[in-house]
């Protein structure tokens, strides 16, 4: 046994602590990171406390007899006063001498007082004392001065940070400074006391607030308006009876174990019954292909008459036929009472010239003849329903003298109408989509041709001399493109002169006076698209105490519809907004994490990793269950994600992972079983190269704070490069069960702390040291029978626990070794949400647009910068190996040209909106093309981008091109996965 290396781990320990103190003390504060670690070093400290004892006490037992023997065959016969006078040269010293009366006196003067320092861990009031005693400083010419600390307490815990020192004082002088310059640092951190427990307070509130699950209800109701006669349920209905209704919520609990709903909101309702068949026209010839219609709305077909050519006024129309006809078509069911709006025929013909004398008639009897119409579908044998009314497959005529309609089917005379199936018709060729184009000409009389260049998407400003034409360029589904012949736009110029005019108009010294005469209340002016396309160009301010608008409304990328309906392509909102139900296809949020749709099942095949399945699974498990299955050996260090609500169940078939396993803050139930079901006892491997690295241990598997770990008939293999191995470790309150586990080549089997629960049903397998270590509240259950054994089966410290009542330890090691040689270099990702994006407009408006999208280029508002915010997400990856990042982006439609248009990448330093003037950090030397509502990825692997997210410089992404209108474009989305290597 090495016992130079032993007291020297103890040293390293010791010093671990004292290091870590002095951390605490330089930064002021306290944080749950350093208290985990300063924890989990008096752990190890304890430990290798231990183990030295245990080390030295087997020495000191094995050679207590020989140096008793030695002390027997060096003995002086000589008493005390012989002795001294020996020590003293005969009283030439006067270190040490002896009264008359036989008493031993030492004089302390003569005695170097010795540096001592005594730290007290009270792990049970979470406190950490220091204790410092006389000692010697060395003064700048090297000579020892003697300091004495008369009180010195130091004390922590995380309700607050105090320290205090009393007088110190010296002999020389340059004593005296240096306990000024240390009364002088304790007084500094006195002084943020305050803040550090005001942080202190507010983290624990932030986590007390946190959501910790979210999950939705259910409720069935009889009314389509409010929940009655159901109950709320997590179960997801499979029937829903008719005349009922389904409505949903969701459900979100927070740490402190509060919860809260979101609104209820109404998802399906009763089905109606079907409608009857209608009747079957007969097969129709090709048409030409048309132009798109109009989404999806019912037209209405209006007719008014009218006794006057041109009617003004609603009375000079009637519902009955007169001489003139007015027609229009609308989405409107009522008729309009406004003439205008008409189209006007006439309908009855000019009085002609008075015909001849036409033949004479024969003589009738002056009774009035009755046309009757009754339908059948079995060719007149039979009415159809309703006595015949409801209309069939023939149709049957009588004409007589009586008012009534016969009764009798052999009164009509039949016809069929309704003619047979007809062929299938060849697959016509649709309209994808249809846009106006428009090309500046030199002539108004010849149409330019499609071959020249220069047409464009949008309206140009007018051109003196110059002519506009348009055409509709169509799209359609099999790929072609057509056209229509070219129009000239008479009203392109026909804007500008009445703009001019306009403009003459408002500059005479009464304004309105052209549009309303003094002492009118009308006017005779009519409000022409040309009239308001050019007051548009001013600033307009209207008020009134009530303002009507009968029909559609309509702006750049909005509506209000006939029927009353907002229709806004993007809304974005930047205070509350509240309505009482919301409809979303997809919600996208860095606050509401996807959640898990169904059941997984998941095989990892040779050359995959079990990490790159887990990291493309949503974090929210939704209460479903996910199984992995390995078909061969993995060389990975497997980290379980923070996954929450469901369950977790990997099965290594026999396999081996040639690395480590770690899980950190998992809510979700985790099984990891060695065969390939539950019930299969086919050991797994877990056979590391280099453990993970906690102090001065290195465990193969850990987990830390997770409730819910189990482990089936698995091998855990010590590393291959460290002697301080542990096979299972677990901490910060986590709970594990463990069964038919193997320990081979640990020197810990098993390494619990931090108020952990560890219960093993079985295990196998001999450890150099000890066994089953229990520390600082942690508790270990044995059951009873065979378990690993070591070279000391249990040790405990700080409170913790070891039940092993019934249990024989083994005595021997298991079979195998560690055969991994390499260490895994495993990729992950981690994905990250913008909390909002948004751009800066400057050379305009020099402020932020508010419109939650990123923009770039110049439409004429402002150059735009478009930003994307993530607050302190990416602090997540923050010193992580960053080998490159995705970003995955939508481009709107109906912002800049419909074409394919570059957009330019760059990353900036800004958790949220700057109230300044922002700028970017660095281009990521990437570009995208994209056309309107087209998705796309972006993949950066600039060095300094990577470099500056490793640091935590780098906060989030943008978009910033050439300043023109022919980079103006807008990009949603932003969802970014930055990959990693560890």
């Known amino acids: 046994m090495d016992y130079v290396k032993q007291y020297e781990d103890y040293n390293t320990n010791y010093d671990n602590i004292i290091n870590i103190l002095s951390e605490i003390l330089e930064a002021g504060e306290i944080t749950q990171g350093s208290q985990e670690r300063l924890e989990e070093a008096y752990v190890d400290y304890n430990q290798s406390y231990s183990d030295t004892i245990t080390l030295f006490q087997g020495k000191k037992n094995t050679s207590i007899n020989e140096r008793i023997d030695k002390i027997e065959s060096i003995k002086l016969n000589a008493n005390i006063k012989d002795i001294v006078n020996i020590l003293t040269n005969n009283g030439e010293k006067t270190t040490l001498y002896l009264d008359e009366d036989g008493v031993l006196y030492i004089d302390g003067e003569k005695i170097p007082e010795l540096k001592q320092t005594k730290l007290i861990v009270d792990e049970q009031n979470g406190k950490i004392e220091s204790l410092v005693s006389d000692g010697f400083v060395e003064d700048a010419d090297g000579n020892k001065v003697k300091l004495k600390v008369l009180y010195s307490t130091l004390k922590q815990d995380m309700n607050g940070f105090t320290s205090q020192v009393g007088e110190i004082s010296g002999i020389a002088s340059n004593a005296k400074d240096t306990a000024q310059a240390a009364l002088d640092k304790y007084s500094q951190i006195e002084q943020n006391v305050e803040r550090i427990q005001s942080t202190v307070a507010n983290n624990s509130n932030s986590i007390k607030q946190g959501v910790t699950k979210v999950y939705n209800e259910y409720y069935i109701s009889t009314s389509k308006t409010e929940q009655v006669g159901g109950t709320w349920s997590t179960t997801v209905p499979t029937n829903i009876p008719e005349g009922s209704y389904l409505w949903i919520r969701t459900v979100y609990t927070k740490a402190d174990g509060t919860s809260s709903t979101g609104d209820a909101v109404c998802m399906a309702g009763v089905q109606g019954p079907r409608g009857l068949q209608g009747l079957q026209g007969p097969q129709g010839e090709q048409g030409i292909q048309g132009p798109a219609g109009e989404s999806g709305k019912t037209t209405y077909f209006h007719i008014k008459y009218s006794a006057v050519e041109n009617p003004t006024y609603s009375s000079q129309m009637t519902e009955t036929p007169s ?237 209000i519809t006939d029927e009353g309906e907002l229709d806004i392509l993007d809304l974005n909102v930047r205070g509350n907004f509240t ?308 970003i995955d982006v939508t481009r709107s439609s109906d912002i800049g040209y419909s074409a394919s248009t570059s957009h330019v990448f760059q990353a900036h330093t800004y958790s949220g909106r700057p109230s300044s003037t922002p700028s970017f950090y660095t281009s990521c030397n990437k570009t995208l093309s994209l056309a309107w509502g087209k998705k796309g990825t972006v993949t950066i692997t600039d060095s300094t981008v990577l470099n500056a997210i490793k640091a935590g410089t780098c906060k989030g992404f943008g978009i910033q091109s050439t300043y023109d209108s022919s980079h103006y474009s807008a990009l949603t989305n932003g969802t970014v996965r930055i990959y990693y290597t560890e």
């Open 323 to 559: 001489e003139y006809i007015g027609t229009y078509v609308d989405f409107t069911e009522q008729d309009s009472t406004e003439p205008s709006k008409y189209t006007w025929y006439r309908f009855q013909g000019l009085q002609g010239p008075r015909g001849e004398q036409g033949i004479p008639g024969k003589d009738g009897d002056g009774r009035t003849t009755y046309l009757h119409i009754k339908y059948s579908n079995d060719g007149g044998l039979t009415f159809t329903n309703n006595n015949g009314e409801d209309v069939g497959d023939y149709i049957g005529t009588c004409t007589d003298f009586n008012i009534d309609d016969p009764t009798t089917v052999n009164s009509y005379t039949w016809a069929k109408i309704k003619g047979e199936q007809g062929t299938t018709g060849d697959t016509g060729v649709g309209v994808q989509k249809i846009i106006t184009i428009y090309f500046v000409h030199v002539s108004k009389t010849q149409a330019p041709t499609f071959a020249a260049s220069g047409w464009r998407f949008d309206i140009p400003a007018y051109i003196e001399g110059k002519y506009l034409w348009s055409a509709y360029k169509i799209f359609y589904t099999d790929g072609s493109v057509g056209f229509t012949d070219p129009q000239y736009c008479s009203e392109w110029e026909a804007n500008f002169k009445a703009e001019t005019a306009i403009s003459t108009a408002t500059q005479t010294a009464e304004k309105f006076e052209w549009i309303v005469q003094k002492g009118s209340t009308s006017s005779s002016i009519t409000l022409t698209d040309s009239l308001i396309q050019a007051i548009a160009s001013s600033n307009i301010q209207l008020s009134a105490k009530k303002i009507l608008i009968n029909g559609l409304m309509e702006g750049s990328g909005w509506k």
């Open 579 to 886: 309505c009482d139900s919301l409809n979303v296809d997809t919600l996208i949020s860095a606050d509401i994490p996807p959640a898990l749709s169904e059941n997984k099942t998941i095989y990892v095949s040779s050359g995959e990793t079990i990490s790159q399945y887990l990291d493309d699974l949503p974090l929210n498990l939704n209460g479903f269950t996910v199984e992995i299955y390995l078909t061969s050996n993995t060389t990975e260090n497997l980290e379980l994600r923070r996954h929450a609500n469901g369950l977790v169940n990997i099965f290594l078939c026999g396999n081996t992972i040639k690395g480590t396993i770690r899980s950190i803050y998992n809510n979700a139930k985790y099984s990891i079983y060695g065969g390939n079901s539950t019930t299969d006892t086919t050991m797994g491997s877990i056979m590391p190269y280099t453990s993970y690295n906690v102090g001065s241990y290195y465990y193969t598997t850990i987990f830390s704070d997770c409730p819910n770990v189990n482990l089936y008939n698995l091998k855990v293999y010590g590393d291959s490069v460290n002697s301080n191995s542990v096979g299972v470790g677990a901490t910060q309150k986590s709970k594990v069960y463990m069964e038919n586990i193997s320990f081979v080549g640990c020197k810990y089997n098993c390494r619990t702390y931090s108020m952990t629960e560890l219960y093993c049903q079985s295990s196998s397998g001999l450890s150099t040291g000890n066994s089953w270590n229990a520390g600082t509240g942690a508790k270990i259950v044995l059951y009873p029978g065979q378990q690993a054994g070591g070279g000391n089966n249990t040790f405990t410290s700080g409170n913790g626990q070891i039940i092993s009542t019934g249990v024989t330890f083994a005595s021997s090691k298991d079979s195998g070794s560690n055969t991994t040689t390499v260490n895994p270099t495993t990729t992950r990702f981690e994905t990250f949400k913008p909390k909002y994006a948004d751009t800066y407009r400057s050379s305009v408006y020099n402020n932020w647009e508010g419109r939650g999208k990123c923009r770039q280029g110049d439409w004429g508002y402002g150059d735009c910068n478009g930003y994307w915010f993530y607050g302190s997400q990416f602090a997540e990856v923050k010193g992580k190996n960053i080998t490159k990042v995705e």
